[in-house]
């Protein structure tokens, strides 16, 4: 983790400067992602259209009477043929851990929070437009 996260504030910080602070991801991850994520950075829970500009679930699926299944094999759009994205792009490597690793690891992540932490609502995000 430290290679490329860094962990801790200020004079306490230690780690690489390559990828995001981890010090306060207990404040905004839940676990099942943080352990999906460590697992396998690159799996999607959904497959992202950039043509239609979101990502598409089950109810897409079903409405053309199909598996909700995405991957290399299975990578075109339900609704309108075009190419899916179905994996993530990110350059955090796959670890190769087992799950009890991951878990432990998430474990560890949700620890790391501000009691006291606030963030103003951001109603922005829910805007689709």
């Not at 962990?7 to 306490?12: A, L, R, V």
């Not at 981890?22 to 839940?30: A, F, I, P, Y």
């Not at 079903?62 to 179905?86: C, I, M, T, Y």
């Amino acid at each position: 983790m430290r290679a490329c996260h860094s962990i801790g504030e200020g004079p306490n910080l230690v780690g690489g400067d390559f990828a995001a602070n981890l010090s306060r991801v207990g404040e905004k991850d839940n676990y099942d992602y943080l352990v999906r994520w460590i697992l396998n950075p690159r799996v999607r829970t959904r497959p992202y259209s950039p043509y239609e500009k979101k990502d598409l679930g089950p109810e897409d699926y079903a409405k053309h009477d199909l598996p909700f299944v995405f991957d290399q094999d299975h990578s075109r759009s339900p609704n309108d043929g075009h190419e899916l994205v179905v994996h993530q792009m990110t350059v955090m490597p796959s670890l190769r851990l087992t799950v009890d690793d991951a878990r432990d690891i998430a474990s560890f992540l949700l620890t790391q929070k501000h009691a006291d932490a606030t963030y103003e609502p951001a109603d922005f995000m829910d805007d689709r437009s």
